[in-house]
C-alpha cells in the first residue's frame, strides 16, 4: 500500500507571498493532520481534517487554512508569510477513528523557507 | 507543565545495550500513546502504540504504560547504531481530540559501535 506523499518537497517563498501545500492520505484513509516542525517548537498540530470537515484546530493564526477534498486529499494554505513561518510541514493521515487505536503515519514532508 | 515531557537527551548507549526512553504526560485523560523515530532530515516514523497498562513488545522494542504514573516509556533491545535517531512520544487525548497528537520534544539516541 503506498504512504502518504506530499508535493512539493521543498519550497523557497519570499515575505508577504502565500503557498499552498497538498497532502495525499494512505489509501482507505480518511482523515489528514497538518502538523508544523521547527527546532525550538518541535511538532505542533495545525488541523485535521474528517469527511471534508475540519473537526479539531490548534493555535496558529488565521492565515493558516486547509481543506479536504471528496477522495481525502488535503491543501493546506499559507497566507502572507512570514520569516517565522519556514517549517517543516508535516501531514499525517489515519482511520479517522479516533482513541485509542487510530494511528497516524506521516509524509516526508514540505520543507518550507521564507525569505 | 508541558503537556508531553521528554529527557532531549542525547542518550548514548553502546551497540548491543538496552536504551531507555522515558516520557510523562500531563493530562489524565489520555487515551492513547505512542512512539515515533524521526531520522535527521526525514519525517516521524511509527515504532509502536500502547493504549493498555502495562508492556507490549514488538521485536526489539518494549513499550511500557502507567497511567497512574502518566508515565510511558519505550525500551530498545540489543541497541544499533541504525537506532540513532530522535525518538518522539506523543499522545492522543480522549474523543473530541481525534487527529490531534501532542508530541514532546524529542529524546536524542546515539548508539556507539
Known amino acids: 500500500k503506498a504512504g502518504v506523499t506530499q508535493t512539493p518537497r521543498y519550497l523557497i517563498k519570499t515575505r508577504g507571498q502565500q503557498v499552498t501545500l497538498s497532502c495525499s492520505p494512505i489509501?482507505?484513509?480518511?482523515?489528514v493532520s497538518w502538523y508544523q516542525q521547527t527546532p525550538g517548537q518541535g511538532l505542533q498540530f495545525l488541523f485535521e481534517?474528517?469527511?471534508?470537515?475540519?473537526?479539531n484546530k490548534g493555535n496558529f493564526p488565521g492565515r493558516f487554512s486547509g481543506r479536504q477534498f471528496s477522495n481525502s486529499r488535503s491543501e493546506m494554505n499559507v497566507s502572507t508569510l512570514e520569516l517565522g513561518d519556514s517549517a517543516l510541514y508535516l501531514c499525517?493521515?489515519?482511520?479517522?477513528?479516533?482513541?485509542?487505536?487510530?494511528?497516524?503515519?506521516f509524509g516526508p514532508g514540505t520543507r518550507l523557507t521564507v525569505l | 507543565q508541558k503537556e508531553v515531557e521528554q529527557n532531549s537527551g542525547p542518550l548514548s548507549v553502546p551497540e548491543g545495550a538496552i536504551a531507555s526512553l522515558n516520557c510523562t504526560y500531563s493530562?489524565?485523560?489520555?487515551?492513547?500513546f505512542f512512539w515515533y523515530r524521526q531520522y535527521s532530515g526525514k519525517s516521524p516514523e511509527l515504532i509502536m502504540f500502547?493504549?493498555?497498562?502495562g508492556d507490549k513488545e514488538d521485536g526489539r522494542f518494549t513499550a511500557q504504560l502507567n497511567k497512574a504514573s502518566q508515565y510511558v516509556s519505550l525500551l530498545i533491545r540489543d541497541s544499533q547504531p541504525s537506532d540513532s535517531a530522535t525518538y518522539l512520544c506523543?499522545?492522543?487525548?480522549?474523543?473530541?481530540?481525534?487527529?490531534?497528537?501532542?508530541f514532546g520534544k524529542g529524546t536524542k539516541l546515539s548508539v556507539k559501535p
Open positions: 493530562d489524565r485523560g489520555s487515551q492513547s
Open positions: 500502547i493504549y493498555s497498562n
Open positions: 489509501s482507505g484513509h480518511r482523515s
Open positions: 506523543a499522545v492522543l487525548r480522549g474523543r473530541g481530540s481525534q487527529g490531534n497528537l501532542i
Open positions: 499525517a493521515s489515519s482511520l479517522g477513528t479516533g482513541p485509542p487505536a487510530d494511528t497516524q503515519y
Open positions: 481534517y474528517f469527511s471534508e470537515t475540519q473537526r
